[in-house]
């Protein structure tokens, strides 16, 4: 059953030369996780944001997003506060920005469950402390009586998790969860939504900038630039045959989370700013294979490429050879974050 789906969607803002999102088209089903990668600036947190219904201020917004059935663009206040108490939530990257400094975890997590579902006290601190223990953290009710500076960024980050289960939602977005934490605690992280993802059968959302976090741990994978998709495909299609340059250039620029290490190529230039646009594929400046006079005016559509969707020009006639280190042969799936497995 289909969570989340982006159909065409768009987000313009004033005095901006180029779309925050061109025509975005993406969808979570329950029970699979659904990772959206790219650099910076490529209008990925705004895409998860979009999930809430919450789209920046001024802007203009065509196209539609669908939460468990319910189109947020232009939904009334009623149904955007079904969607966001019921249906989905967000775990951000800082946790500590999440949290309110002066007040306790129990607070934190047991306010919405009193002043939105109506629980009694009691009952919103037993809730809260089975969810705190769902999250990983050792001895919940002790971690309820804390003040967040008393706790690390990764239980901190588990906190951000247990709040985000309050209101037993079917889909989590998970805007750069791991980015702040060191590479073992990303790995307790990503085992823990692993875990509630499978016991819960959620949808999750994983934002991410590294492409080698999303082929440890995601079923499908978006690619994403300038606003737009570039490429999708399931993850172990993508990780060893990638058909667009831009995800090429994300893989050899990335190093493996094991095995070997190849020699690192950067992608030259910088992202597209919102002050630029390109009347052809927005890649083409920084792409290796771009030939003047036909990508640089016009988009290339994303089109059906094999087991992938790819938006270029040239994926038929460069069939996947595009990278510059050696193809990966290892699983997509590192043992370092093994937990988010089924069957760990």
Same mark, same amino acid.
């Not at 992202?271 to 290796?288: D, K, Q, V």
């Given at each position: 059953?289909?969570? &989340?789906?982006?159909?065409?969607?768009?987000?313009?803002?004033?005095?901006?030369?180029?779309?925050?999102?061109?025509?975005?088209?993406?969808?979570?089903?329950?029970?699979?996780?659904?990772?959206?990668?790219?650099? !910076?600036?490529?209008?990925? *947190?705004?895409?998860?944001?979009?999930?809430?219904?919450?789209?920046?201020?001024?802007?203009? %917004? =065509?196209?539609? %997003?669908?939460?468990?059935?319910?189109?947020?663009?232009?939904?009334?206040?009623?149904?955007?506060?079904?969607?966001?108490?019921?249906? +989905?939530?967000?775990?951000?990257?800082?946790?500590?920005?999440?949290?309110?400094?002066?007040?306790?975890?129990?607070?934190?997590?047991?306010?919405? /469950?009193?002043?939105?579902?109506?629980?009694?006290?009691?009952?919103?601190?037993?809730?809260?402390?089975?969810?705190?223990?769902?999250?990983?953290? $050792?001895?919940?009710?002790?971690?309820?009586?804390?003040?967040?500076?008393?706790? !690390?960024?990764?239980?901190?980050?588990?906190?951000?998790?247990? +709040?985000?289960?309050?209101?037993?939602?079917?889909? &989590?977005?998970?805007?750069?969860?791991?980015?702040? &934490?060191?590479?073992?605690?990303?790995?307790?992280?990503?085992? %823990? &939504?692993?875990?509630?993802?499978?016991?819960?059968?959620?949808?999750?959302?994983?934002?991410?900038?590294?492409?080698?976090? +999303?082929?440890?741990?995601?079923?499908?994978?978006?690619?994403?630039?300038?606003?737009?998709?570039?490429?999708?495909?399931?993850?172990?299609?993508? #990780?060893?045959?990638?058909?667009?340059?831009?995800?090429?250039?994300?893989?050899? *620029?990335?190093?493996?989370?094991?095995?070997? /290490?190849?020699?690192?190529?950067?992608?030259?230039?910088?992202?597209?700013? /919102?002050?630029?646009?390109? $009347?052809?594929?927005?890649?083409?400046?920084?792409?290796? #294979?771009?030939? $003047?006079?036909?990508?640089?005016? !016009?988009?290339?559509?994303?089109?059906?490429?094999?087991?992938?969707?790819?938006? =270029?020009?040239?994926?038929?006639? /460069?069939?996947?050879?595009?990278?510059?280190?050696?193809?990966?042969?290892?699983?997509?799936?590192?043992? !370092?974050?093994?937990?988010?497995?089924?069957?760990?």
């Amino acid at each position: 059953m289909t969570l &989340l789906a982006y159909e065409d969607l768009s987000v313009t803002l004033p005095h901006t030369a180029r779309p925050i999102l061109d025509g975005i088209g993406l969808s979570v089903s329950a029970g699979e996780t659904v990772a959206l990668v790219g650099e !910076s600036g490529s209008g990925k *947190s705004v895409t998860a944001r979009a999930a809430l219904g919450l789209f920046p201020a001024d802007a203009e %917004v =065509c196209g539609r %997003v669908r939460v468990d059935g319910t189109d947020l663009v232009g939904a009334d206040a009623a149904s955007l506060r079904e969607v966001r108490t019921n249906k +989905a939530a967000m775990i951000y990257q800082d946790p500590r920005a999440a949290i309110n400094p002066v007040r306790r975890v129990g607070d934190f997590l047991t306010e919405p /469950l009193r002043l939105v579902h109506g629980w009694s006290k009691d009952r919103a601190n037993a809730r809260a402390v089975e969810l705190l223990g769902a999250a990983g953290l $050792p001895d919940p009710a002790r971690h309820m009586r804390q003040y967040p500076h008393e706790l !690390s960024g990764g239980m901190l980050q588990r906190v951000v998790i247990a +709040a985000a289960l309050t209101a037993e939602p079917r889909l &989590l977005l998970c805007d750069e969860p791991t980015t702040a &934490l060191d590479v073992s605690t990303q790995a307790e992280i990503l085992a %823990v &939504l692993g875990r509630l993802r499978r016991e819960r059968g959620l949808g999750l959302l994983l934002i991410t900038h590294d492409i080698e976090l +999303a082929a440890a741990v995601a079923d499908r994978v978006y690619v994403m630039y300038a606003g737009r998709i570039v490429e999708t495909a399931p993850v172990a299609e993508l #990780f060893a045959t990638p058909r667009h340059p831009y995800t090429a250039g994300l893989l050899d *620029s990335s190093p493996p989370l094991e095995g070997p /290490l190849d020699r690192l190529t950067p992608i030259p230039g910088a992202p597209m700013g /919102l002050r630029e646009s390109a $009347p052809g594929c927005a890649f083409a400046p920084r792409c290796r #294979f771009a030939e $003047p006079g036909r990508c640089d005016r !016009s988009a290339p559509p994303l089109l059906p490429h094999g087991p992938a969707e790819v938006a =270029c020009h040239r994926a038929a006639e /460069l069939d996947g050879r595009i990278r510059t280190a050696s193809p990966r042969t290892a699983s997509p799936r590192p043992a !370092s974050v093994q937990p988010m497995k089924e069957g760990n």
